[in-house]
């Protein structure tokens, strides 16, 4: 990772983050016939490290957030970097360009992101086609599809129809689905969702379609948790939460571009989260996925301390570049000895 730090980050920092980042996912996706060569120098297979939610097992707790392969264009180079899973998305039912440009900020001091994408994707139809090819280990995150700032407002039954299309059109491709229900950054995503009725109208609609994948609802790190898992729980398809960015500028972070801030100042509030939430559920029923700043092995093992059975990442690949799992999957099991756990899954929750 020094060479990445040293040699190749500052050449990539010269240049427009968003056109860095559509360049790389190109890039990766017409390598992606490297990856099974490239696997065994990135995967780590431990025993101590695997994690299994329900019927899915992944080699470790760690994957690669939503919101970098945002139209699954690169799962298999993406997986082969030893990442466990690779979330996709987040995918809407029809295509979207997302936000106005620039859209996409650095913030290198603080070792954030500002992002305010507004969800571009290729939509559902053309995720299909491409997941139908993948065999690596693939969590969908899905969407309403963002029509952009002048589009008139949706009604409610066009939103959770734009869920419920993607849901049927995705599911028997995902190994997992995860429903992003907070958005920062678009109109329907700050809000919406907020309204229990409107959640519980979506899984109502869910429960009639037959979810048949572990599906996990994806809410801002400073929502109201006591209202979700009281509706959440009313449906037993719901495997758990994942932990999204909240809206506005954590502290300490000025800045005058729009958007949410990922990476090193999202922790705290992630971190906070992810104890939160693991206080009000029942384990044995829900599993947590958390992200939010995960640099080092130490980062992902306090989250999973906190409660998370999943941890993922996505600014710190930006920072540290492509060796950034393999340093934390290999960090772990140092981290496990040290307090004398025999397997991650005994951390869980331990310091909540
Ligand atoms: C550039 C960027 C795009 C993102 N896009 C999405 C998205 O489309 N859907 C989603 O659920 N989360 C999205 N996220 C949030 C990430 O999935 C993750 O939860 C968050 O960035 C915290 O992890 P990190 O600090 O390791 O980046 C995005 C984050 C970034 C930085």
Not at 250 to 256: A, I, L, N, T
């Amino acid at each position: 990772m020094g060479v990445y730090r040293r040699v190749v980050r500052p050449v990539l920092f010269r240049a427009d983050p968003e056109w860095i980042h559509d360049r790389s996912i190109r890039l990766a996706g017409w390598a992606g016939f490297a990856a099974r060569a490239m696997a065994p120098c990135f995967a780590t297979d431990d025993d101590r490290l695997k994690v299994t939610v329900g019927d899915l097992r992944f080699s470790s707790p760690l994957g690669l957030a939503a919101g970098f392969d945002k139209s699954a264009r690169a799962v298999p180079f993406l997986a082969a970097l030893g990442f466990s899973h690779v979330e996709v998305g987040s995918v809407s039912a029809r295509p979207s360009a997302g936000n106005p440009r620039p859209r996409l900020f650095r913030l290198p001091a603080q070792q954030g992101i500002i992002v305010n994408y507004g969800l571009p994707n290729d939509g559902a139809d053309q995720v299909a086609t491409r997941l139908a090819k993948s065999t690596a280990p693939v969590g969908v995150n899905v969407v309403n599809t963002n029509y952009g700032p002048d589009a008139p407002e949706a009604s409610d039954d066009e939103i959770l129809d734009d869920y419920v299309h993607t849901v049927t059109r995705l599911q028997d491709l995902a190994g997992y689905l995860c429903l992003n229900l907070s958005c920062p950054n678009t109109r329907d995503g700050r809000g919406f969702f907020q309204d229990q009725g409107r959640l519980r109208a979506l899984l109502d609609r869910l429960a009639d379609l037959g979810v048949r994948k572990p599906l996990f609802l994806k809410v801002a790190a400073n929502a109201d948790f006591d209202p979700l898992l009281a509706t959440a729980t009313e449906f037993g398809f719901v495997t758990g939460f994942a932990v999204n960015l909240a809206p506005g500028k954590p502290q300490g972070v000025r800045s005058g571009h729009p958007g949410a801030v990922s990476g090193k100042p999202a922790e705290p509030a992630a971190d906070k989260a992810i104890r939160d939430l693991y206080r009000r559920i029942d384990p044995a029923r829900h599993t947590i996925i958390g992200s939010g700043g995960v640099f080092t092995a130490a980062d992902a093992y306090r989250k999973l301390r906190l409660g998370a059975t999943l941890v993922q990442l996505l600014t710190s690949l930006v920072y540290e570049g492509p060796g950034i799992a393999r340093s934390i999957t290999r960090g772990l099991p140092d981290l496990l000895a040290r307090d004398g756990f025999q397997r991650v899954s005994e951390v869980v929750g331990v310091d909540a």
